[in-house]
């Protein structure tokens, strides 16, 4: 069962621009999307992310179903993050450690997709989305603004101790223990398998490759070094990312394809134009930036969940 | 004149009686300018003219040749079970609380009149064949925490305020225009998000508040091309379609990297 919203939101633009979205089921703008996905590509490209934090708010925004969106948006992920994957090829992938993420992924993605079908018949989907967004952003937007302030800060103020390169934590005591050599790590596997379903949890019910929460967790639950994260956190996302989209196509049915490749070419192109400007300026105020970013979204997901909706009343259309 | 001949006479004869009979078939005459709607990539919406003719005036001798006759025009899209939720703060935030849900509800639906449709009929009539917005009733399927009828009543006006705000529904009384003293026509605009399915044109003649003919015509409402191959596609064979969409990305992000490693 398949719920339509009815109801676009978008005002009467230009008409001959409009594109017909088969999945959707309704025209936007197609000037609208290609600049959404050219703004993204060119801050995903900037800062180094997937992006999909920022997509799948934007959709909903611009009236695309929710569901829609968050399908749409985990499709969308599978191009930017294979691409990043691709480009960072012949520098480190660790294999065997995205291996055992992508196990987890798994584990997480079929109960989320579940999940996500539940309360889409609830009705509840959307709140479970904004709250979703509201958590996860605001937590960890608020931890990078204060991780790059007290960078910058130190920066200016040379002589404050380094931070110790590996420390030892509980989880290193637990069982089942993984030689990753690329990463130079001899852990437990059980960590890295709930790095990897939480990953699969928020690629299936947020539409996002989940590298915002991924990237920090590998470098700092488990120690590894930054070189081989990146690569080896875009192979997860990829593998959970196209899984995610496949389940979503058979449990939701609200992938758009149309929609995916207009983001998708207009990414692509706002990603390379996004690197290039991101070279010109410093890794702590980059970091700075996208922190400020997060919180942007995460608090207009929040805004949405308190302000008094101008109607009370929601309706969703049952596909017979 | 021969026997055989003589016999097709009689039963054209016949013909021509039964249909000038009480229930006057020829009494109005409707058609549409389209059948048939199609929805392509570059689909914005569409305009279809209904229009028809009000033929000679009945043989009843009650009616005076003079007597008024008003036109009222329904398009119904085909119907689907919707549900209305009722948003309510909880702990500062808002959320869906309690449900109504309604079966038979016509994914699209317009109507157009001569005049207001309390002056032209009866409302037992207009309740009847359900015709006007605030005249459309909906069986009640499911009813989560609000089974009031009261309560319901509220659900069923914003599922129509709400269908309203995105045109599918839509009230245009007096817009059925007269071109001399036979012929009407009225445009119905579907909007870019309309349903697919068969869609039914009815149109009835009214006279002294009760019906006195009405005719329906079909009309069809269906993807084209591309976006029927895809939304078929997606919802028959939605494992093959899912892996069609990862491929897609992956090739595009394939192509991507590819262009950026020229540089």
């Given at each position: 069962?398949?719920?339509?919203?009815?109801?676009?939101?978008?005002?009467?633009?230009?008409?001959?621009?409009?594109?017909?979205?088969?999945?959707?089921?309704?025209?936007?703008?197609?000037?609208?999307?290609?600049?959404?996905?050219?703004?993204?590509?060119?801050?995903?490209?900037?800062?180094?992310?997937?992006?999909?934090?920022?997509?799948?708010?934007?959709?909903?925004?611009?009236?695309?179903?929710?569901?829609?969106?968050?399908?749409?948006?985990?499709?969308?992920?599978?191009?930017?993050?294979?691409?990043?994957?691709?480009?960072?090829?012949?520098?480190?992938?660790?294999?065997?450690?995205?291996?055992?993420?992508?196990?987890?992924?798994?584990?997480?993605?079929?109960?989320?997709?579940?999940?996500?079908?539940?309360?889409?018949?609830?009705?509840?989907?959307?709140?479970?989305?904004?709250?979703?967004?509201?958590?996860?952003?605001?937590?960890?937007?608020?931890?990078?603004?204060?991780?790059?302030?007290?960078?910058?800060?130190?920066?200016?103020?040379?002589?404050?101790?380094?931070?110790?390169?590996?420390?030892?934590?509980?989880?290193?005591?637990?069982?089942?223990?993984?030689?990753?050599?690329?990463?130079?790590?001899?852990?437990?596997?059980?960590?890295?398998?709930?790095?990897?379903?939480?990953?699969?949890?928020?690629?299936?019910?947020?539409?996002?490759?989940?590298?915002?929460?991924?990237?920090?967790?590998?470098?700092?639950?488990?120690?590894?070094?930054?070189?081989?994260?990146?690569?080896?956190?875009?192979?997860?996302?990829?593998?959970?990312?196209?899984?995610?989209?496949?389940?979503?196509?058979?449990?939701?049915?609200?992938?758009?394809?149309?929609?995916?490749?207009?983001?998708?070419?207009?990414?692509?192109?706002?990603?390379?134009?996004?690197?290039?400007?991101?070279?010109?300026?410093?890794?702590?105020?980059?970091?700075?930036?996208?922190?400020?970013?997060?919180?942007?979204?995460?608090?207009?997901?929040?805004y949405g969940l308190v302000a008094t909706p101008d109607d009370l009343f929601v309706i969703s259309v049952l596909r017979p | 004149m021969n026997m055989r001949n003589c016999f097709l006479f009689l039963t054209a004869l016949l013909f021509q009686a039964t249909a000038c009979g009480p229930a006057n078939a020829k009494e109005l005459v409707t058609s549409l300018s389209e059948h048939l709607v199609s929805i392509t990539s570059s689909f914005t919406g569409s305009e279809i003219l209904v229009f028809g003719a009000v033929g000679e005036t009945s043989d009843d001798p009650t009616l005076s040749p003079f007597e008024t006759y008003d036109i009222a025009i329904v398009v119904r899209g085909p119907p689907v079970s919707v549900v209305t939720r009722n948003k309510q703060r909880t702990a500062g935030i808002w959320v869906n609380r309690r449900s109504v849900q309604f079966g038979g509800v016509p994914g699209f639906y317009a109507v157009a009149s001569t005049g207001p449709l309390r002056e032209i009929a009866r409302e037992t009539v207009l309740l009847r064949h359900q015709i006007g917005t605030e005249f459309l009733r909906f069986p009640l399927e499911r009813a989560a925490g609000a089974d009031d009828p009261i309560v319901e009543d509220d659900y069923r006006r914003a599922l129509i305020q709400l269908f309203a705000n995105s045109e599918n529904y839509r009230d245009e009384i007096g817009k059925v225009t007269f071109l001399g003293e036979r012929l009407f026509r009225w445009t119905v605009k579907l909007p870019a998000n309309v349903p697919v399915g068969v869609y039914k044109v009815e149109v009835y003649l009214l006279r002294g508040g009760q019906i006195t003919s009405a005719q329906t015509s079909p009309l069809f409402v269906h993807k084209i091309g591309i976006e029927r191959g895809i939304f078929r596609l997606a919802t028959e064979q939605p494992f093959l379609y899912g892996l069609l969409a990862v491929l897609i990305a992956l090739g595009a992000g394939w192509a991507a990297n590819a262009a950026l490693s020229q540089d």
């Open positions: 069962m398949q719920t339509r919203k009815s109801g676009c939101k978008q005002g009467r633009l230009d008409q001959s621009m409009q594109i017909y979205l088969p999945i959707a089921e309704l025209s936007v703008n197609i000037l609208l999307l290609l600049a959404m996905g050219g703004a993204v590509g060119f801050l995903s490209g900037l800062f180094g992310v997937g992006g999909g934090f920022l997509i799948t708010p934007l959709l909903i925004f611009t009236g695309i179903p929710p569901a829609v969106a968050v399908a749409t948006g985990a499709n969308q992920v599978v191009a930017s993050s294979f691409s990043g994957m691709l480009a960072n090829w012949k520098r480190s992938v660790d294999f065997k450690l995205g291996a055992v993420l992508i196990a987890g992924g798994l584990l997480g993605s079929v109960p989320g997709v579940e999940l996500f079908r539940l309360l889409n018949i609830r009705g509840q989907i959307d709140l479970v989305i904004s709250l979703a967004y509201v958590a996860f952003l605001g937590s960890i937007g608020s931890l990078m603004l204060a991780e790059s302030v007290r960078s910058i800060r130190r920066a200016s103020t040379p002589g404050m101790g380094r931070r110790k390169l590996h420390r030892h934590l509980w989880m290193h005591g637990l069982p089942l223990k993984m030689r990753f050599r690329p990463s130079r790590l001899y852990i437990s596997a059980i960590p890295v398998l709930v790095i990897g379903v939480v990953g699969g949890l928020l690629a299936s019910i947020m539409g996002v490759g989940g590298g915002f929460i991924l990237v920090p967790a590998m470098i700092y639950l488990l120690g590894m070094p930054t070189n081989v994260v990146i690569g080896t956190s875009l192979f997860q996302i990829t593998c959970v990312a196209s899984v995610a989209t496949i389940l979503h196509a058979i449990n939701t049915q609200a992938v758009d394809v149309v929609l995916a490749l207009i983001l998708i070419v207009s990414g692509v192109i706002g990603s390379q134009w996004g690197a290039r400007v991101g070279l010109k300026l410093k890794a702590e105020q980059l970091r700075g930036l996208l922190a400020l970013l997060v919180l942007l979204v995460g608090a207009r997901m929040g | -």
